[in-house]
Structure formats: C-alpha cells, structure tokens
C-alpha cells in the first residue's frame, strides 16, 4: 500500500459550502486525521459519496491538530465524546507541545470537564480520560514515528501556534502547510516532498499570485486548500484540491 492522503474539507473558516480543511493520511493500517473540524462525522460519512469508502468516528486511531482555530478543532469534541460514551475505544492525540498546552484548558475544558452519572455525582475528567495524549517532539527538525508513518513538523506563521507537516511512508513524501502566512523558507521545506497541500486565502493567509509565482517544479506538485468559497477551481492558476479527491504516492 503507498501514502495515502484523502482530502476530507477544503474550505477557510467562513465557509458556508465546503467542509472546514481537513486530511487523512493512510499507509498500511496506520490512519492519521490531520485536524478534526466542525460536523466532522459528517464529513468522513461524505467521503462514502466522493469515491469512497465512508468513514465514521470509530474509524479515526490517531489524530492530529496544527493549531487551535476552532476550523481546526471544533470537531475533537464530537470524537472524543463518541470515543469515550459510544464506543469506548480510545484514540491517540497528537499535536507540538504549544498546541497541547492550551488544548484541553483553552478549547475543550468547558464542555468536557465533568462527568455526572445517572445519581447526579459529578466527576473531573482530564484530557488523558479521552485520548492518549502524545505530543510531537518540541524540537521541530526530530523526525518520528506516528505508526507507519515518519513525522517532521516545523513552526508556520500565523496568529498562533500552528505546525506543517510532512509525512513520509517507503520513500514517498507527503506535504501539508497547514495555516501560514507566504513563507519562502516553508515552502522549500514542503517543497522536498513529492506532493504539496498548500493552504490559500486573504488577509494573512498565502496570497495565490505567491503560489502562482512558485518555480513549476513546485507549482505542479501543489494542491491549493483553505481556499475562500468563491474561489474559482476551474480558472485557479494551481490545481485546487477538492473534497473526495485521494492522492496515492
Ligand atoms: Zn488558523
């Protein structure tokens, strides 16, 4: 089986037509969700409609959040309360030690933190009550391993927090922006790896004419995501990924 990597949401924070930006990285049985937005039970069963096959919330062994932008996180809620109620199977947690630090106190403590049972008693639960919490390395050049897969990540610049991803499984690798601001040094950095997902959008997001402007060795390698909804995939001066679409390396 090569590296694998479906596109579950391509859209920005506003979107009111695609799924918030999402990716699922497969190589053997290893099963990396990278981000986990909004409605995203939903958005794995659509994947079922877009080439397929269906995915639900007891599919998903390890996830994996850049940063904590409620279009990036906004669904961990879903799963790990499915994880832990529904099916009682436990998922692995990742994401770089800043991340971490205000996952559980700045996003999820509000409604995950106490647990009442049918007599009314209420009992603390912490982060490690749902999910097997594995921070990525705080030095960002260590490579490692999440499964099958070997894992880099490196800092991107945007408001918060926030790492790219390359994923690499016998020889292929993968390449994720994640949020960033137009960084050169970046874009080398993705730019070793044999397909590129580049985020796009306005304000301090990449300009497309940056990622127009790229060499097309790097052009032809790229797939545009986190694009504004009026984004015109047709007229794109890069390819656009779309939802369903599924990359084999
Ligand atoms: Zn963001």
């Known amino acids: ?10 859209g920005d924070a506003f979107t009111a037509r695609y799924y918030n930006a999402c990716l699922l990285i497969e190589a053997d049985d290893t ?6 937005p909004p409605a995203l039970a939903r958005a ?4 079922g409609d877009r080439g397929g096959p269906a995915l639900g919330l007891d599919d998903i062994d390890h996830v994996l959040i850049t940063h904590l932008h409620g279009d990036h996180v906004g669904g961990l809620e879903q799963l790990l309360f499915w994880r832990r109620f529904v099916t009682r199977r436990r998922c692995a947690l990742h994401a770089i030690p800043d991340v971490l630090a205000g996952l559980w106190s700045e996003r999820l403590r509000g409604g995950m933190e106490v647990l009442m049972d049918g007599d009314g008693a209420k009992h603390p639960l912490a982060l490690n009550d749902y999910a097997d919490v594995r921070p990525l390395p705080a030095d960002p050049r260590a490579p490692f391993a999440l499964g099958a897969l070997t894992v880099e990540w490196r800092p991107t610049v945007h408001h ?4 790219a991803l390359r994923f690499s499984f016998r020889g292929a690798t993968f390449g994720y922006s994640a949020d ?3 960084d050169p040094s970046l874009i080398a950095w993705l730019g070793e790896a044999d397909l590129i997902v580049h985020e796009t959008n306005l304000g301090v997001h990449t300009p497309i004419d940056r990622l127009a402007a790229l060499d097309h060795s790097l052009r032809d390698r790229m797939r545009l995501i986190h694009y504004p909804d009026w984004h015109d995939l047709d007229a794109s001066p890069l390819a656009s990924a779309r939802e369903g679409d599924r990359y084999d390396l």
């Open 1 to 10: 089986m090569a590296l694998s990597v479906r596109v579950v949401g391509v």
């Open 44 to 47: 794995l069963r659509d994947l």
């Open 31 to 36: 099963r990396v969700l990278v981000d986990a």
């Open 180 to 182: 960033t601001a137009y």
């Open 160 to 163: 918060i927090p926030t790492s």
